[in-house]
């Protein structure tokens, strides 16, 4: 079904963007948290934006940023989403939402049941909410770790807003994943590389296939 919308996350080069549209990705994600092997800067990132073609949506993932890291980004990138991977409180992403003028995904990391907590709140103030699992203690990413959680967790859940699932995906599992959550939107990074920030342009295209080739949208419970 091409109804799933695929998020291809830590985009690099010309090519990365050029595979991502090809394969019929939604959204492109640019990262500036600078401990991540798929760092770019505001200069990199706006080449890269500026050759995404039109109707992929142009994301930038950042970390507990401040002001002045925003202003930046956005001043150099021309961004259709903000997405705040840190400890962001819902009143900072109100406050984000406010000064940018951009819609922003909030992430919510996830290992067990209570953490889905926190999601009503900012389902009130985000325009999106990407559910990933959740970094382990002493993770140096907050994300992008290649780690799943328990996706039972998620069956029968509804939110006030749009949600995308993340976390361990791979073109092997990402089917499952739908079809177990009902997930509508995905969003990969390490599933759809050969190293630590090197994007494999055959991955992506599988990965994109796999998930837009799940027949229904009813969970299945295993």
């Known amino acids: ?25 939604a959204y492109a994600g640019f990262n500036f948290f600078p401990r991540s092997p798929r760092h770019v800067t505001p200069e990199q990132a706006r080449a890269l934006a500026l050759v995404a073609p039109d109707g ?35 009143a900072r992403v109100a ?14 990391g996830v290992a067990e049941e209570a953490d889905l907590a926190g999601l009503l709140d900012f389902q009130l103030v985000a325009d999106q909410i990407l559910v990933d699992a959740k970094a382990p203690k002493g993770a140096v990413l907050p994300g992008g770790n290649g780690l799943t959680f328990d996706w039972r ?38 599933g759809v590389e050969s190293a630590p920030g090197v994007k494999d342009a055959a991955r992506i295209a599988a990965f994109v296939e796999a998930a837009q080739g799940v027949k229904g949208g009813v969970p299945i419970l295993r």
């Open 153 to 190: 967790l998620l069956v029968g859940r509804k939110w006030l807003k749009p949600w995308m699932l993340a976390g361990g995906l791979t073109p092997e599992n990402v089917g499952q994943a739908i079809q177990r959550t009902g997930a509508r939107q995905v969003d990969v990074a390490s």
């Open 56 to 90: 992929l949506c142009k994301v930038a993932l950042v970390v507990d940023a401040d002001d002045a890291t925003l202003d930046a980004i956005v001043a150099e990138v021309p961004l259709d989403m903000l997405q705040l991977h840190g400890h962001e409180t819902p």
């Open 95 to 108: 406050e984000v939402k406010a000064r940018y003028g951009l819609p922003v995904m909030k992430v919510i």
């Open 1 to 25: 079904m091409r109804d799933v919308r695929v998020k291809i996350c830590g985009l690099k080069s010309p090519a990365d963007v050029a595979a991502t549209a090809a394969a019929g990705a």
